[in-house]
């Protein structure tokens, strides 16, 4: 298993354009969700999903729509980039929602907006 | 409100033992979470508490008392890949009872000197 892969793994955007940053799971885990990580901010949820076609905020979803239309991808969407989005964008998913799973992290996204 | 305190940076001698705090007080609960996060990687998981009391996991064990709102990470016979950040995460619920959210605190950055 790949477990959760995101690409890419850099990207600088200028102010105004879009892009979409993409999250896949193969472990056939139903919550998946998308966390920014700011210095002296600790991680914070963007948005998330408990399954296939349900989607829902988090803690900061300005400026940011997903959707989730197969259980193993799902993608965050900028659109229109602003400097303050900089940050490093985490994907995690868990095996579903309720009791004690652990969420697994992707390798991040570093993201920089000029 | 939601909040979770973990001290900003510790020191610790390699082979010693170092103790790592975390309070919260956070509308719901249900479970919290340490993970290990290395510079410039994502964080891996490290524990699981749910009841009170401690769990351990070989080197590592975390504490956890609900009605003070606080745990702890104990990591025993530090080793210099232990040096890393070390954050505490509360799981909160929703009404249904099924969520994964996690309210994660800003981290405890852990340097082990020789």
């Known amino acids: 298993n790949a477990g959760v892969t995101q690409t890419p793994k850099f990207q600088v955007l200028k102010t105004g354009q879009s892009m979409t940053l993409q999250c896949a799971q193969d472990?056939?885990?139903?919550?998946m969700s998308w966390y920014r990580q700011d210095p002296g901010m600790g991680l914070r949820l963007i948005h998330y999903?408990?399954?296939?076609?349900?989607?829902d905020q988090g803690e900061v979803p300005n400026g940011y729509n997903v959707s989730r239309s197969t259980t193993e991808d799902f993608p965050l969407r900028l659109l229109s980039a602003a400097p303050s989005q900089t940050s490093v964008y985490f994907c995690?998913?868990?095996?579903?929602?309720?009791?004690?799973?652990?969420?697994?992290f992707g390798p991040g996204t570093r993201l920089t907006v000029l | 409100g939601q909040n979770i305190d973990q001290p900003t940076e510790m020191t610790a001698t390699e082979g010693a033992i170092v103790q790592i705090n975390c309070t919260y007080q956070?509308?719901?609960?249900?479970?919290l979470f340490w993970y290990q996060q290395h510079a410039g990687e994502a964080p891996t998981f490290l524990s699981y508490?749910?009841?009170?009391g401690l769990e351990e996991k070989g080197r590592f064990s975390s504490f956890l008392s609900r009605s003070k709102g606080y745990s702890y990470l104990l990591l025993k016979e530090l080793q210099m890949k232990d040096s890393a950040s070390y954050l505490c995460?509360?799981?909160?619920?929703?009404?249904?009872?099924?969520?994964?959210?996690?309210?994660f605190g800003t981290g405890t950055l852990l340097a082990v000197q020789p």
């Open positions: 995460a509360v799981r909160d619920f929703d009404y249904g009872g099924a969520t994964n959210k996690l309210i």
């Open positions: 508490n749910v009841l009170d």
């Open positions: 956070t509308s719901g609960f249900n479970g």
């Open positions: 472990m056939n885990h139903e919550y």
């Open positions: 995690a998913s868990s095996l579903h929602p309720g009791t004690y799973n652990e969420q697994f």
């Open positions: 999903s408990v399954g296939a076609g349900i989607t």
